[in-house]
């Protein structure tokens, strides 16, 4: 089992950045790739970003160039950095674990992240 801690989220302005993390504590034998998703009132939750254990990272289109995600190994923490944050980033973020490949297992409680205009 993997247990996933998201923390870093709150409220900021429009313009604003923020950085969220998540640390994972378990077992992580199975685990290849870490993520991000995001789920605004009233919507699906989508993906943010995801990276593997070897640092390759991809990104939802829209949000290429203003959100950065990053990978702790050692330390099984994966960030994501949001800049130029808009009321449409209002969501609550979830971090996400698995195998790889679209195939997440386990998944954190989230944190809300609220941007205002």
């Known amino acids: 089992q993997v247990q996933l801690v998201e923390s870093g989220g709150g409220l900021v302005q429009a313009g604003g950045s923020l950085r969220l993390s998540c640390v994972a504590s378990g077992s992580f034998f199975s685990i290849n790739a870490m993520g991000w998703y995001r789920q605004a009132p009233g919507k699906q939750r989508e993906l943010v970003a995801g990276?593997?254990?070897?640092?390759?990272?991809n990104y939802a289109d829209s949000l290429k160039g203003r959100f950065t995600i990053s990978r702790d190994n050692t330390e099984v923490t994966v960030y994501l950095q949001m800049n130029s944050l808009n009321p449409e980033d209002t969501a609550v973020y979830y971090c996400?674990?698995?195998?790889?490949?679209?195939?997440?297992?386990?998944w954190g409680q989230g944190t809300q992240v609220t941007v205002s205009s």
């Open positions: 996400a674990a698995g195998q790889g490949g679209g195939r997440w297992d386990y």
């Open positions: 990276i593997t254990s070897g640092g390759s990272a």
